[in-house]
């Protein structure tokens, strides 16, 4: 009986191993899939995407991996529409366009990524793995997304300084990133790029 009791248990054992690396192969081809087919999107439509996928989004950049654990990336999630248009304008404005052009591309939501800059030497690299962690997940989700530049630019404003210090973070010390805006996308998903030649040395 005991020796059919530990048969039991060992086939049991192996049956969760052969699902596990299973699984882990299904979810290593969708993540794969992702990375491959994830595009910068420029249209979106005006509906926000629900609370509790942006907040995946976000916790899929809390992540990302930084120097030494240090963490020294933070994410501003701006879902409020008159933020919103409030950093596209200064984004505009740092961008030397005129009040009518949308760097966003009409994306209702906008998670900024900054870092401490005391933190860790890595704080530049640390919040680029952020933000790659977000376009990704954002693309998951199936939604549309697209790194904006100039949010260095934008929070060394005073208008942007003050919106970091309504939240508590210490301007002094957080250096802009970049700006992942995410969407549902509007109109067809953009095709790949071909890809340039010589992408990858090898030295085996």
């Avoid at 926000?48 to 992540?63: H, N, Q, S």
């Avoid at 020294?72 to 009040?99: Q, Y």
Wanted: charged share 25%; proline share 4%; with cysteine.
């Amino acid at each position: 009986m005991k020796n059919i009791i530990i048969l039991s248990l060992a086939l049991l054992m192996f049956s969760c191993c052969d699902k596990t690396q299973e699984n882990c192969k299904t979810m290593n081809n969708n993540t794969m899939e992702d990375l491959l087919t994830r595009r910068s999107v420029r249209s979106y439509t005006d509906e926000v995407p629900p609370m509790e996928v942006i907040e995946e989004i976000c916790k899929a950049g809390t992540y990302a991996p930084t120097g030494m654990n240090k963490q020294a990336p933070i994410i501003i999630a701006v879902t409020n529409r008159e933020v919103r248009d409030k950093l596209s304008k200064l984004n505009a404005e740092v961008f030397g366009k005129d009040n009518d052009m949308d760097p966003f591309y009409g994306a209702p939501v906008v998670l900024v990524v900054l870092a401490d800059t005391t933190a860790a030497f890595t704080w530049k690299e640390d919040g680029s793995l952020v933000m790659g962690n977000l376009l990704n997940a954002a693309h998951a989700k199936g939604l549309g997304s697209c790194w904006i530049h100039r949010a260095k630019e934008v929070f060394e404003t005073p208008e942007g300084k003050a919106i970091l210090r309504d939240l508590g973070i210490d301007d002094t010390k957080y250096v802009g990133i970049g700006n992942c805006i995410l969407g549902y996308v509007k109109g067809d998903y953009p095709t790949a790029r071909p890809r340039k030649d010589n992408y990858v040395y090898w030295i085996k």
